[in-house]
């Protein structure tokens, strides 16, 4: 009697095997799933460190090629897109810098920074392309209303000054 008690059907065993392999398969894809997330920061900050190497000694291919590398691990960062865009625009990559920038900017559409880092470099960079600039300047002012001190003593965006939009911006919101 005891036997019979004690005695597990197949049908019982392989339920309780199924549960075994379903737990186990489930530990793996968690465990791996932290393994591949743990490479990857790895290989994100190798990369990042490279980047800041390089830009510490001016050598903007190699900063370009490490960040590069960033945007492939991280891709939708919008502070990683505006440093990679600096550096274009630093190496004379124009088109791709605004590319870059338009993109860091609209991965965070609340963030001032993207618009103020667009605006600064449409101004900078193409002087004929002063409504874009302000576009970029006036979606900065949306999300950090405080700088609008800030934009009227910077000295990089002196040319806009007579610029009537621009100036419409520089007032005082009430």
Same mark, same amino acid.
């Given at each position: 009697?005891?036997?019979?008690?004690?005695?597990?059907?197949?049908?019982?065993?392989?339920?309780?095997?199924?549960?075994?392999?379903?737990?186990?398969?489930?530990?793996?894809?968690?465990?791996?799933?932290?393994?591949?997330?743990?490479?990857?920061?790895?290989? $994100?900050?190798? @990369?990042?460190?490279?980047?800041?190497?390089?830009? #510490? +000694?001016?050598? =903007?291919?190699? %900063?370009? /090629?490490?960040?590069?590398?960033?945007?492939?691990?991280?891709?939708?960062?919008?502070?990683?897109?505006?440093?990679?865009?600096?550096?274009?625009?630093?190496?004379?990559?124009?088109?791709?810098?605004?590319?870059?920038?338009?993109?860091?900017?609209?991965?965070?559409?609340?963030?001032?920074?993207?618009?103020?880092?667009?605006?600064? $470099?449409?101004? @900078?960079?193409?002087?004929?392309?002063?409504?874009? #600039? +302000?576009?970029? =300047?006036?979606? %900065?002012? /949306?999300?950090?209303?405080?700088?609008?001190?800030?934009?009227?003593?910077?000295?990089?965006?002196?040319?806009?000054?007579?610029?009537?939009?621009?100036?419409?911006?520089?007032?005082?919101?009430?």
């Amino acid at each position: 009697m005891w036997l019979q008690e004690m005695a597990i059907s197949v049908e019982e065993l392989l339920s309780v095997n199924s549960v075994a392999v379903g737990i186990t398969l489930l530990l793996a894809i968690v465990l791996g799933q932290w393994a591949w997330g743990q490479w990857q920061a790895m290989r $994100f900050h190798k @990369a990042w460190a490279k980047a800041q190497g390089a830009l #510490a +000694v001016n050598d =903007l291919a190699a %900063a370009e /090629e490490a960040v590069r590398a960033c945007t492939a691990i991280a891709p939708v960062s919008g502070q990683l897109r505006r440093v990679y865009g600096s550096i274009l625009a630093r190496s004379g990559k124009l088109a791709e810098a605004e590319e870059q920038l338009r993109f860091g900017a609209d991965l965070e559409p609340r963030n001032a920074a993207g618009h103020l880092d667009l605006g600064y $470099f449409l101004v @900078a960079c193409y002087p004929d392309r002063i409504e874009a #600039a +302000v576009d970029a =300047l006036s979606r %900065a002012l /949306e999300c950090s209303p405080e700088l609008r001190a800030t934009l009227a003593d910077a000295p990089e965006l002196h040319g806009l000054r007579q610029h009537e939009r621009f100036r419409n911006l520089l007032q005082t919101k009430g």
